[in-house]
């Protein structure tokens, strides 16, 4: 399967504990997306990579969030001190210069 | 200026109507106007688009629309079948970036 592929599928942790998803991309896809998804919502847009550069962060994503796309091919983004409004599915997407997003299952976050 | 409001939210037909989806964004540097399907717990996929440059793209049962003076597009479903039933996502962005997502339409095709 060459598609999106994101680990783990679902991830339970406690409040003020670390958390980390990784994402692996289409393989010849130069942009990685990551978005967030709450029931009854559209994905909602934290932060995309060209190759390993950090082009964009949304407002939404605090400081406690932080994406990394070292060399340019699988990322992974990291959640400190997590909180309960935290829980949410974490989506990743890439694409080939910026059109056609092809996503990921996401991994679901559950702060208890 | 980078929201989109998806109307309606909720939709229901029956088997073999016609069902239309509608999308009106604030930011005039959009070009580029994607829909996607998310089946329940599934993830969203991608099922047409739509570039500023053209008006009106049709794909089988399929087919969006685009008014970019009026900055709205629109999703068209003809000849609906149960396996149709889906939350629908519009979404637009430029080539330099995201792509902004709307609310979603909930659309219950009825046998």
């Known amino acids: 399967d060459t598609g999106v592929s994101q680990n783990p599928r679902h991830k339970i942790t406690k409040r003020g504990q670390n958390v980390t998803f990784r994402c692996d991309p289409i393989?010849?896809?130069?942009?990685l997306y990551w978005y967030r998804q709450t029931l009854g919502q559209g994905p909602e847009f934290l932060t995309y990579f060209q190759n390993e550069a950090q082009l964009e962060k949304s407002r939404l994503l605090s400081d406690r969030f932080s994406a990394e796309r070292p060399k340019g091919s699988f990322s992974t983004l990291e959640i400190q001190r997590t909180e309960q409004g935290d829980s949410a599915m974490y989506l990743c997407?890439?694409?080939?210069?910026?059109?056609?997003?092809?996503f990921g299952s996401g991994t679901q976050l559950s702060v208890l | 200026g980078e929201n989109v409001e998806q109307h309606p939210s909720t939709l229901s037909v029956q088997e073999g109507d016609s069902a239309v989806i509608k999308c009106t964004y604030s930011d005039s540097a959009s070009n580029y106007f994607p829909w996607y399907k998310q089946e329940l717990g599934k993830r969203p996929q991608l099922i047409i688009d739509i570039r500023s440059n053209v008006g009106e793209k049709k794909d089988q049962r399929i087919a969006v629309t685009l008014n970019k003076t009026a900055k709205h597009f629109s999703l068209h479903i003809t000849e609906t079948q149960p396996e149709d039933s889906a939350v629908y996502f519009c979404a637009h962005g430029g080539s330099q970036g995201n792509l902004i997502f709307g609310k979603g339409t909930k659309l219950s095709v009825k046998p």
């Open positions: 393989s010849e896809h130069n942009r």
């Open positions: 997407a890439s694409s080939s210069m910026g059109e056609k997003l092809f």
